[in-house]
């Protein structure tokens, strides 16, 4: 009942930026913390960043001073800009979001189906 979709991946030059989006819909009462992992090929799933729902970041070291999340409460939505790109940001991303489900007032986790980040020249 509560979908996530990213959007905004793609091919990108070193040294360039990109902007993901992730939107959720569905039946959502509202959103705790939301976030966005990625995972390379061969490695292991890891955190890049998420944000509460008061918009207090969180970042892996790997990318500070690089990428900025932010979120839009309004239109469920996360974003991710990624600045000054490097070859080993190359992954799939992919969002999350703690979700107040409107008609149970259950709290869910829910996934995107992830988004491709290719950094190369």
């Known amino acids: 009942q509560v979908q996530l979709v990213e959007s905004g991946g793609g091919l990108v030059q070193p040294g360039g930026s990109l902007r993901l989006s992730c939107a959720a819909s569905?039946?959502?009462?509202?959103?705790?913390?939301m976030g966005w992992y990625r995972r390379a090929p061969g490695k292991q799933r890891e955190l890049v960043a998420t944000?509460?729902?008061?918009?207090?970041?969180n970042y892996a070291d790997s990318v500070k001073g690089r990428f900025t999340i932010s979120r839009d409460n309004a239109k469920n939505t996360v974003y991710l800009q990624m600045n000054s790109l490097k070859p080993e940001d190359t992954a799939v991303y992919s969002c999350?979001?703690?979700?107040?489900?409107?008609?149970?007032?259950?709290?869910?986790?829910?996934w995107g189906q992830g988004t491709q980040v290719t950094v190369s020249s």
């Open positions: 999350n979001a703690d979700i107040i489900q409107g008609s149970t007032r259950y709290v869910i986790r829910s």
């Open positions: 944000i509460s729902s008061g918009s207090s970041p």
């Open positions: 569905g039946s959502i009462f509202s959103i705790n913390a």
